[in-house]
């Protein structure tokens, strides 16, 4: 059985590999008493949001023998969470995750650094990237800005 951390690493990589970007993985054990990581990514239009949502549904069944518990926003596909115990995704458009800012609610919950999750050169906008910069160390080794070449 994987552990929570390795799921959340999972679902990060199924995001990458569907070219979701602003994926941030989040643990929120120490402030959140529902669940231990959020992962929270950014799909441009529907269809990617719902590929990316498939990818990390088939990643999990397939590699960690997990479905989630509870799915939302299958409808509109702008805001999709998907509830795995002590793993909570979050898939959004842009202008959503924009408007909630989901990650900012817990800034003192450690952001685990994408490189565990074998992504080298993530895609961030300039709004995470700041976010980033007083989360880690060095955001710009982190990844890349969406706003660059």
């Known amino acids: 059985m994987k552990s929570s951390r390795e799921i ?22 120490g402030t959140v008493v529902i669940c231990d990581y959020f992962v929270i990514a950014t ?8 590929a990316i949502r498939e990818a990390i ?9 997990v479905k989630p518990i509870g799915r939302e926003g299958l409808d509109e596909l702008q805001w999709v969470l998907l509830d795995y115990g002590d793993v909570v ?3 959004f458009q842009p202008e959503l995750r924009d408007y909630y800012r989901l990650e900012t609610l817990w800034n ?3 952001i685990v650094s994408l490189s565990e999750a074998g992504i080298d050169n993530p895609v961030f906008s300039e709004r995470i ?4 910069a007083g989360q880690i ?5 982190a990844g890349q800005s969406e706003e660059q070449p």
Request: charged residues 35%; aromatic residues 2%.
């Open 57 to 65: 549904e088939d990643k999990l069944r397939i590699e960690a023998g």
């Open 108 to 110: 003192d919950s450690p």
């Open 8 to 29: 959340a690493i999972l679902a990060a990589q199924a995001a990458d590999e569907k070219k979701a970007t602003d994926i941030v993985i989040q643990e929120v054990s």
């Open 129 to 132: 990237m700041r976010y980033l």
């Open 43 to 50: 799909g441009a239009i529907n269809r990617q949001v719902d």
């Open 137 to 141: 160390d060095d955001p710009i080794e």
């Open 89 to 91: 995704v979050h898939v």
